[in-house]
């Protein structure tokens, strides 16, 4: 029968005290399953930076990604294209034109006609 693998021993206080002074979140928070890893696959010391600071990384682009959505508002096309296109559509109607819209032939102006 198959088990789940233990838990990651949580951080040593100091060591978790020095990641939030440091305002490293994503860190800390991955940390103990990946120093767990780490010792289970004696990974070498630069491969466990590498892991943090990577998921550091990911953790601060998504932060970012976040905060850049919320500040933007809601999206143009959530209502107000559609709100356009159907007013667009009701004036063509109602001008007796159909409801696609085709470009009309150019004509040549008097200048280049000549």
């Known amino acids: 029968m198959r088990g789940y693998p ?3 021993p949580p951080l040593r206080a100091d060591l978790e005290a020095l990641l939030r ?3 490293l979140p994503h860190v800390r928070r991955h940390a103990p399953e990946v120093l767990a890893t ?4 004696r990974w070498d010391p630069t491969e466990v930076l590498k ?9 601060r682009e998504r932060s970012a990604l976040a905060t850049r959505r919320a ?6 096309s959530d209502g ?5 296109v159907a007013v667009g559509a009701r004036a063509t109607v109602a ?4 409801s696609h819209r085709t470009r009309a032939p150019r004509t040549p102006s008097p200048a280049t006609a000549a």
């Open 6 to 8: 233990p838990a990651a």
């Open 71 to 76: 500040a933007a508002g809601p999206r143009s």
């Open 95 to 98: 001008r007796g034109g159909s």
């Open 51 to 59: 892991a943090l600071f990577a998921e550091e990384v990911a953790g």
């Open 38 to 41: 780490a010792e289970a696959q």
């Open 21 to 23: 002074r440091l305002r």
């Open 80 to 84: 107000l294209a559609e709100a356009l």
